[in-house]
């Protein structure tokens, strides 16, 4: 039995394995405030980490994302909190695609300045702005050019053809796996992954695994809009060896954060 399941199964957590939890929104959102302030956020995230054994998360800031909402916002919740939590959180950025691109170069150089190295898109939230529209091409130059990573929700295939091709320096992270065509993309660019959040029938895992190798996917749970152990536990069921599940649970993604410098420190001798 692997010994993975039967420690995590057993309520032992993880012993000698790294856990990054690549996909985790925090603040207000559309459909479920996560926290209702930034001194519960900070306190609950670390009981939810520390209760599902997870080392850190990948934060996506809020739901400040649609409509007329102000981003600055989401984003400026996601600082504050990483302030609190610099070893546990690893914020990710967020803009409006819809927005001036004036406006979103003026928000991408403010994070950056501030130490932000990653970002996360919604643009199908966003009147469905396409990605690869002229704004997040834009987006996508500035991120070459700093060395910044990439989650989003959902590219098309033409889409995401067109920009991993066009920025091979970028590595883009799909935020849900569902196979299909993002089976073609992985196995065509070494620069595009995926978060394995997502519902499928029996074995959906295994064989999404076959077929672009576990080196390719990683844990992202949609917290904490769902628990994380609805992210974990395919991974640790998953018919794969221990050393597979590592890299899905966590080494894949901190090696993606430790290029872009986003990797907490002390975590870079867990790799």
């Given at each position: 039995m692997s010994q993975i399941l039967e420690q995590w199964a057993s309520g032992k957590g993880f012993s000698n394995t790294l856990v990054i939890d690549g996909h985790v929104h925090v603040g207000a959102w559309p459909h479920a405030a996560t926290f209702k302030s930034l001194d519960e956020a900070a306190d609950s995230s670390i009981n939810y980490l520390n209760a599902n054994s997870v080392d850190a998360f990948c934060a996506l800031g809020g739901g400040y994302m649609e409509g007329l909402d102000d981003y600055h916002l989401g984003n400026?919740?996601?600082?504050?909190?990483?302030?609190?939590?610099?070893?546990?959180?690893?914020?990710?950025?967020?803009?409006?695609?819809?927005?001036?691109?004036?406006?979103?170069?003026?928000?991408?150089?403010?994070?950056?300045?501030?130490?932000?190295?990653?970002?996360?898109?919604?643009?199908?939230?966003?009147?469905?702005?396409?990605?690869?529209?002229?704004?997040?091409?834009?987006?996508?130059?500035?991120?070459?050019?700093?060395?910044?990573?990439?989650?989003?929700?959902?590219?098309?295939?033409?889409?995401?053809?067109?920009?991993?091709?066009?920025?091979?320096?970028?590595?883009?992270?799909?935020?849900?796996?569902?196979?299909?065509?993002?089976?073609?993309?992985?196995?065509?660019?070494?620069?595009?992954?995926?978060?394995?959040?997502?519902?499928?029938?029996?074995?959906?895992l295994d064989r999404g695994i076959k077929q672009v190798g576990a080196e390719r996917l990683m844990l992202g749970s949609d917290g904490f809009l769902n628990s994380m152990s609805v992210g974990i536990g395919p991974i640790v069921f998953a018919n794969i060896s221990d050393d597979e599940k590592r890299l899905m649970l966590g080494k894949n993604i901190a090696l993606l954060l430790n290029k872009v410098g986003a990797l907490p420190k002390s975590l870079k001798d867990k790799i």
């Open positions: 400026d919740f996601l600082l504050a909190l990483w302030e609190r939590l610099p070893e546990r959180l690893i914020p990710f950025m967020s803009v409006n695609a819809n927005d001036n691109k004036n406006n979103i170069l003026d928000e991408l150089k403010r994070m950056y300045t501030a130490g932000i190295r990653c970002i996360k898109l919604l643009n199908t939230y966003q009147q469905n702005y396409p990605g690869d529209g002229p704004n997040l091409m834009t987006l996508y130059d500035f991120a070459a050019s700093n060395k910044m990573l990439i989650i989003n929700h959902d590219w098309s295939e033409s889409e995401i053809d067109k920009i991993a091709s066009t920025f091979q320096n970028i590595d883009f992270i799909f935020a849900h796996y569902g196979g299909g065509y993002q089976n073609t993309i992985i196995n065509k660019y070494p620069n595009v992954h995926a978060n394995i959040w997502n519902y499928g029938p029996m074995g959906w």
